[in-house]
């Protein structure tokens, strides 16, 4: 089975550059999440998204922008990328609040 | 950014032994707990999970526990092997917010 894949694994982009990292999951989970994970920090929640066309934010939102036009879907950007957005994204759904997050295998981006 | 020199808390146990992971939560309102298992350059993968009305939940070969007198979650491996090498993270969400506040994880480390 599908269930959610992340695009691209690995991506080094400038400071400055806009850069977007894809999630797609196949289970039309009505909610989807990014994080970032870093040392020291374990996960910290980006973005949710409830459902196609809603989102909010979570605890460390500044500089990232999302967008969720299909259910499946759910990109995250960096408008214009910094050396601290250099970190480890992973996105996630679930079907409801009590149901556990699957996660995505991650994507490593490294901000030069 | 990271934390120079921050190690994960590290529990080391030899093969067939049961292995404990604690963890203490944050917030007393707090009524889903849940836990992860993280593989080297993979995403965070779901092990079981518990509400609170509930104090013990078994799953195969795991055991979650939830105390909630001292906000204290444990998760037990029975027979540990080496494929259970990893890291495990513990996470809370309460009510209706499908938000998650992750811990920091333990290393389990299998000694063959």
Redesign the interface.
């Known amino acids: 089975d599908a269930g959610i894949t992340q695009s691209p694994r690995y991506k080094i982009t400038e400071t400055g550059r806009q850069v977007t990292l894809m999630c797609h999951q196949t289970w039309s989970h009505s909610y989807m999440f990014w994080y970032r994970q870093d040392l020291g920090h374990g996960l910290r929640l980006i973005y949710y998204s409830a459902a196609a066309d809603i989102t909010d934010k979570g605890e460390v939102s500044d500089g990232y922008v999302v967008s969720r036009s299909k259910t499946e879907n759910f990109p995250l950007t960096l408008e214009s990328a910094t050396r601290s957005q250099t970190s480890v994204y992973f996105c996630a759904s679930t079907r409801d609040s009590w149901q556990p997050q699957h996660f995505g295998d991650g994507t490593r981006l490294s901000i030069l | 950014?990271?934390?120079v020199g921050?190690h994960l808390p590290t529990l080391s146990v030899q093969e067939g032994d049961n292995s404990i992971i604690n963890c203490a939560y944050s917030n007393s309102a707090s009524d889903?707990f849940?836990w992860?298992k993280q593989e080297s350059?993979?995403?965070?993968?779901?092990i079981i999970?518990i509400?609170s009305n509930m104090d013990k939940r078994q799953g195969q070969r795991v055991t979650v526990l939830l105390n909630k007198t001292v906000k204290h979650l444990s998760l037990q491996i029975a027979a540990t092997q080496p494929g259970d090498s990893a890291v495990y993270?513990c996470?809370e969400?309460s009510?209706?917010?499908?938000?998650?506040i992750?811990?920091?994880?333990t290393s389990l480390a299998v000694n063959p």
């Open positions: 950014g990271e934390s921050l889903y849940i992860y350059g993979k995403g965070p993968q779901f999970d509400r993270f996470a969400g009510g209706n917010n499908r938000k998650l992750w811990g920091l994880g």
